[in-house]
């Protein structure tokens, strides 16, 4: 039964366990180091040995956040991976997020399961257009964000033009912890002002990596340090001087609401920065925060097990035809074996055989806890935005589906493999790479993806994986919109009038297919009963 409104308000204490658990997304524009960061991270947290070999069970294993084939090929990150460590007491949840605009949607889920993020720019670059998206969604959810100025070893804008513009773009409050002590062929080390010391390349080699630390009686000591010359020395100075005095002083409550953001110079590549980076999370960045359900909000420190499906993935095991979704717990001590309720479907099920992320690599999770991701292997049972708990009757809101921008029709190429192209698109749909409408009035499926990307990505998914070679027409259509009428006579009669441009989503849902902008705008204005919406909340 669901609880009361009063029982619900008080907030019960968050026990130690799940008090040292940070969840936490990398977000960034492509190319901006957004998946060496997150190697160096796990390298840092003891989760790995080098740079792709993950540890899992005790063994080094071959294993990357970039996992599938195309993302090896063409080195970019398109779809989340998770990432499961613990350092100095503090498990970390770390979702490495699809870097390319064409999975903004994939990163919008997985915004959905996280309570603090790091947003990684270039310091060539600075502000681009995805960082900017990316920023924004994370402000709609009030995450709290650091921010993590990466390739400071290579020519870059400078640090203080830098965070003018961050400040100035994102309208956010910055506090520098870090500052480069020389850019590109200048650069020397990294002052870490948190701590009065700086971080300098091992052996004292220009261009070297990461491996020394020399405290600081005062900044202005860094004159002293053999290697680094007196203009490069008064720069860096003069930056922190003028940083510190124009921009406020860090205050956590400010940095937990996504006012403030911290900020971190370094170089993923050469580890600076790296590690502060690692203390500042476990610091500063919240634990398991608390979970709005349409019922009420889940407090992380109550006794019964919540949680919702932010993703799901197939195939991550080639060899097995697995579907694992992942599972964001949002309250109590999970075990393995438990019975949960599947509220969609108001099913129980035992889960088994749980699962903590490496990368691809996987290991047995025999307990869990309020702000950890767990996979949970099914046979499409489970889609993205279904609640999972103990007995009572949630549902786990702000997992939206997103209207497609570019819709296709698949051909196959050999008529034979028909059902095994149903399969694969019905398991890339519940992925949520594209998604699957069919025409009510019959005919061939529909697909619609958020970027030109997605197509690719399941062109090569769909040979690589079922071995079905397809390709991509033109659809007569080009925008997809839910529709919905508070009158079901209004709503029967546009059906009627329209059969040969409605079909239906993968949960039943009607969709309006439009010839064009002009022409939804139309049905909108000589129709207006009909409500046609842009996004639609999962399992609604």
């Known amino acids: 039964m669901p609880q009361s409104q009063s029982a619900a308000s008080a907030a019960p204490a968050m026990p130690p366990e799940i008090a040292r658990r940070r969840t936490f997304a990398i977000i960034s524009h492509p190319d901006a180091g957004k998946t060496t960061l997150t190697e160096k991270l796990l390298y840092f947290g003891g989760a790995i040995q080098m740079a792709g070999a993950v540890k899992a069970r005790g063994e080094?294993?071959?294993t990357r956040s970039d996992w599938m084939q195309i993302e090896q090929q063409r080195g970019i990150s398109v779809t989340s991976s998770v990432m499961t460590f613990e350092r100095n007491g503090i498990v970390y949840n770390l979702l490495d997020t699809p870097g390319h605009s064409d999975f903004s949607e994939d990163t919008y889920r997985t915004l959905s399961a996280v309570d603090a993020a790091v947003m990684v720019m270039d310091a060539a670059k600075g502000i681009e257009s995805q960082t900017r998206k990316l920023f924004e969604v994370c402000r709609l959810r009030d995450i709290p964000i650091i921010t993590f100025i990466n390739k400071i070893d290579r020519?870059?804008?400078?640090?203080?033009?830098?965070?003018?513009?961050?400040?100035?773009d994102l309208a956010l409050d910055l506090v520098p912890m870090a500052w480069p002590v020389g850019m590109g062929t200048d650069f020397r080390g990294v002052l870490d002002l948190?701590?009065?010391?700086i971080l300098l390349p091992e052996n004292g080699e220009r261009g070297a990596s990461f491996g020394r630390v020399e405290p600081l009686s005062d900044l202005a000591d860094i004159r002293k340090i053999e290697g680094i010359d007196e203009r490069i020395a008064d720069r860096a100075l003069e930056g922190v001087e003028l940083a510190q005095g124009a921009l406020p002083t860090f205050d956590i409550e400010a940095f937990r609401e996504g006012h403030l953001s911290p900020v971190f110079f370094g170089s993923a590549?050469?580890?600076?920065?790296?590690e502060q980076l690692l203390d500042a999370l476990a610091q500063w960045a919240p634990g398991p925060l608390p979970r709005k359900a349409t019922q009420r909000t889940v407090e992380p420190g109550e006794d019964q097990v919540t949680g919702f499906v932010f993703k799901v993935q197939?195939?991550?095991?080639?060899n097995h035809r697995d579907r694992v979704a992942f599972v964001r717990l949002c309250s109590g001590r999970f075990r393995r074996g438990m019975k949960l309720l599947h509220v969609r479907d108001n099913k129980p099920m035992t889960v088994s055989s749980p699962t903590f992320f490496f990368g691809q690599g996987r290991e047995t999770a025999d307990e869990a806890y309020a702000g950890d991701i767990i996979g949970v292997p099914n046979h499409g049972t489970l889609r993205v935005g279904d609640t999972l708990t103990e007995k009572e009757g949630l549902k786990f809101t702000g997992i939206p589906n997103f209207a497609p921008e570019l819709l296709r029709r698949v051909v196959i190429q050999d008529a034979m493999k028909a059902k095994q192209l149903n399969r694969a698109l019905d398991d890339l749909a519940e992925e949520g790479i594209v998604q699957v409408f069919t025409p009510i009035a019959g005919g061939r499926?529909?697909?619609?993806?958020?970027?030109?990307?997605q197509f690719e990505v399941l062109q090569s998914r769909v040979a690589n994986e079922y071995g079905v070679p397809v390709t991509l027409e033109q659809s007569p259509f080009e925008l997809a919109r839910w529709f919905s009428a508070d009158d079901p006579a209004k709503l029967q009669k546009f059906v009627d009038a329209h059969r040969g441009e409605i079909a239906t989503d993968r949960d039943g849902a009607m969709v309006f297919l439009a010839e064009s902008a002009w022409m939804l705008k139309y049905k909108g204005e000589k129709f207006p009963d009909i409500k046609f919406a842009a996004l639609r909340e999962r399992g609604e």
């Open 60 to 62: 080094r294993r071959r």
């Open 194 to 197: 948190m701590s009065n010391r």
């Open 269 to 274: 590549l050469k580890n600076f920065g790296v």
């Open 314 to 318: 197939a195939n991550m095991d080639p």
């Open 155 to 168: 020519e870059a804008e400078d640090p203080l033009t830098l965070l003018d513009q961050i400040a100035a």
């Open 445 to 453: 499926q529909i697909l619609g993806v958020v970027g030109q990307l």
